[in-house]
């Protein structure tokens, strides 16, 4: 069985400073997802990550994927408070298409 | 926009009441899945249907029903809802074979008193 774990699953910082988010993963990988979730809103995807080594930035936030530790990390570079949301990671794995997410990490950025 | 339609967006139950949710998406996606959103639990999948016709049960399922109606339409159906399924409901669709996230609806908020 699948188990997917994000730490920490709370997560309170300043403006500026950086973060990194841990997903970590208990059996091989087919996909790696990275969603967003503002309050009472729906799940936006950030990134998938096909492969070991994959990185994608978009703005200040940059995924990476490291298949052999079965881990990926969600990097928060200089926060503002428009990255407060929660950031959900997800895995499937032996081609089945059938995500299984982490619990979420709740970020919220301070002035 | 194209994307997932869900409705209701948000429903209040008596205990023991049945209803459908109903969920549509228009990007030819052929995989359509249903998932349960509690405070600190992540999502949880209720059931999931590959492909036009065929339905599977999820991490889930207990107490609840699903119909794949056509390529576009996946319901979920409370037959006699209790309390405990007091929550956000997601429905989310994909094309497996590319490289692409699910894309979600908006939600049903679920209240059961």
């Known amino acids: 069985e699948l188990k997917v774990e994000q730490n920490p699953l709370f997560l309170s910082m300043q403006e500026g400073k950086n973060y990194t988010i841990y997903c970590n993963y208990s059996?091989?990988?087919?996909?790696l997802y990275w969603y967003r979730q503002d309050p009472g809103k729906s799940l936006e995807s950030l990134f998938v990550l096909l492969s070991n080594g994959a990185v994608k930035q978009e703005g200040r936030l940059m995924a990476s994927l490291d298949t052999k530790a079965r881990l990926s990390t969600l990097h928060i570079t200089a926060a503002v408070h428009d990255l407060s949301a929660t950031y959900f990671c997800a895995v499937d794995s032996g081609g089945s298409y059938i995500p299984t997410f982490g619990r979420g990490t709740s970020l919220i950025v301070h002035p | 926009n194209a994307g997932v339609t869900q409705t209701p967006k948000f429903q209040v139950l008596k205990t023991g009441q049945s209803m459908t949710l109903q969920c549509a998406q228009d990007?030819?996606?052929?995989?359509m899945y249903w998932y349960r959103q509690d405070p600190g639990m992540g999502l949880r999948l209720i059931y999931y249907s590959a492909s036009e016709g065929t339905t599977d049960k999820g991490e889930v399922p207990n107490g609840y029903n699903v119909s794949r109606l056509n390529k576009r339409e996946f319901s979920l159906r409370l037959e006699s809802a209790a309390p405990s399924q007091t929550s956000v409901y997601f429905c989310?669709?994909?094309?497996?074979?590319?490289?692409?996230?699910?894309?979600f609806g908006d939600g049903t908020r679920l209240s059961i008193l």
């Open positions: 059996t091989t990988s087919d996909r």
């Open positions: 989310a669709s994909i094309n497996t074979g590319r490289r692409q996230p699910q894309h």
């Open positions: 990007m030819n996606h052929n995989s």
